[in-house]
């Protein structure tokens, strides 16, 4: 992920940037989640508001999953907790972790008040979800599976009929339920997130830089999505010249194309410093061209080629819905806008 070397802009929401965006270079998630820590004044442990806690021995008792304490360790995790936790429970339980009194103010303008707009919010939004309809979670669960299924057989079909145009709906499906297994990566562990690494983009990786990253810190200079295209592509509201402007028009399909193989590259790249965070699921990714081969019977040269073309238009789906459209419409708020309150809210977030 390309840092900005030439000009890093302030944030108007007064949040302070890692130290290495600005410095040029190449910031990875895992750089993203250290240096993050030099700030977040969590001295080693979890930070939760102005309190510091050892949760060691709670990371394998952690209902979703060891990887949110594993990867959050050493910083400031008070969004995550709030956003994740809607009930009181979770505040008992930490009180048995508790360590001692935070000594620095949080690097982050969100207050999370009591009578705030949040947490009034949490608090009437927990009997509509428990008395919710459970039929929407079965449909997307269905659709979920369904789309995988579409990826591979057109991904098979491609292959085995030399057909490129198979591959251009293959690649658009592999992107569709790319994005659909995104939501299964928020919740606890389970099977579905997997699907995400058909794309050869990781759940690991990913919850770091679009949960905790993006979601925490939506368009913000700490929002890792942010940053992840500067200097080629610039989502703040900087002043671009007539040449950046330009160029943009010409590097964004070319991110698009690229979108799934991009953090392929950087994580072979960056090996020998990661590979032992590596696990068994990393390999997931692989089984689309396995199947592409052994059902499609083609030599593997026809499957290599044939595979990249369909990642490289699920990328392109990606890039272009996922990211571009999804994430920065020119409504939607960016560090360095106007902050925007209305004055029927209560004040908090």
Known sequence: MLANKAFVPKSSLGIKPIPSRGKGGVVTTYMWIKEKQIDDGAEGLWRIHDNIYDL????????????????????????????HHLTELPNEVLK???????????NSPFTFEENGFYRTLKKKIQPVLKNGSKRSYTKSKFFTDFLLVLSFLFSIF??????????VFGGVFLGMVTVAAHNYFHMKDNFRMYYFQFSLLQVREWRISHALSHHLYTNTITDLEISMFEPLLQYLPVDKKPLQKVLSLILAPIMWITFFHKPAIE????FPH???????????????????????????????IMWNFVLICGGTYMGFVGLNAGHHHPD???????PR?????????
């Open 56 to 83: 060691t021995k709670f990371v394998n008792k952690h209902p979703g999953g060891s990887d949110w304490l594993v990867l959050t360790k050493g910083t400031d995790i008070t969004e995550a907790f709030e956003v």
């Open 96 to 106: 048995k972790y508790f360590v001692k009194n935070a000594v620095t103010e949080r």
């Open 158 to 167: 491609a292959v085995k009929f030399w057909n490129f145009g198979l591959g």
């Open 267 to 270: 994580r072979l790249i960056d």
């Open 274 to 304: 990661q590979y032992r965070q590596m696990k068994l699921t990393d390999l997931v990714g692989l089984l689309l061209p396995i199947c592409m081969y052994i059902f499609g019977k083609e030599n593997l040269l026809s499957v290599i």
């Open 332 to 338: 939607v708020f960016h560090d360095g806008d106007m």
């Open 341 to 349: 309150q209305s004055p029927k809210w209560p004040r908090g977030i």
